[in-house]
């Protein structure tokens, strides 16, 4: 009779699964391709500046294009395909204490990224995402009038990546990126959800709400 507990190391595959997939199929249910496909922000810091200046001119296109919503299912595919490719080098490098943890990632992928029912059903299931994404993005550049300050004097400081983290099993960084800025003598950080750095196409956030909160700085 098969054991019915899941070992560690397959547990940890799953887990990075499920991240992935609520990381990545965040894109527009229509899949219109136009040219909204997501730039390339090689680093934390780039997408960070990127969201920032967005935010303080209004420019929401500019918000949804380095963010998931940005996805095509071409993107989607893309991704796996890629994904696969870095799993089996993984896999060939002797990377995996359990090979057969590399193996289950490479099924994960292939039922998540590339199977058309699959895509077509996540396309479906998160097609209110933007409309939550979008109001928390109103609420963020609204914060100047409730916060007591002017965007347009407000001061970039830095975008804190401390919060990303590489997983052993799925070579691909996700976490938390925060934006640090300066207005009226005040420290505030925006929240930057589920990041990630899918291969060849740079650092996007997900399509989870934006947060804008205050440091409060210990003395």
């Known amino acids: ?103 289950a990632v490479i099924q994960g992928i292939r039922g998540t990224f590339l199977d058309n029912e699959e895509i077509k059903k996540q396309f479906a299931k998160l097609k209110k995402e933007e409309r939550v994404f979008k109001e928390s993005y109103n609420q963020i550049h609204g914060m100047d009038k409730t916060r007591g300050f ?11 990546s401390s919060n990303i983290k590489k997983d052993n099993e799925i070579p691909m960084p996700i976490g938390n990126l925060f934006i640090h800025f300066t207005a009226t003598g005040r420290e505030f950080r925006i929240k930057l959800p589920n990041c990630a750095n899918p291969p060849k196409l740079g650092w996007l956030t997900d399509s989870d709400p934006l947060t804008l909160e205050p440091v409060n700085k210990t003395k």
Request: a positive charge; proline letters at 4%.
């Open 1 to 103: 009779m098969r054991d019915s507990s899941v070992p560690l190391g397959e547990m940890r595959v799953i887990t990075s699964l499920v991240i992935l997939v609520l990381c990545l199929f965040k894109a527009d249910a229509q899949g219109i391709a136009e040219d909204t496909s997501p730039k390339r922000y090689r680093t934390p810091e780039a997408l960070g500046r990127h969201f920032f200046n967005a935010i303080k001119t209004g420019n929401y296109t500019q918000i949804k294009n380095a963010s998931t919503l940005a996805l095509t299912p071409k993107d989607m595919k893309d991704i796996g395909q890629n994904l696969i490719k870095a799993v089996e080098q993984k896999i060939k490098a002797g990377d995996y204490e359990n090979p057969a943890n590399g193996q």
């Open 150 to 160: 002017d965007w347009q004097k407000t001061k970039y400081l830095r975008t804190d």
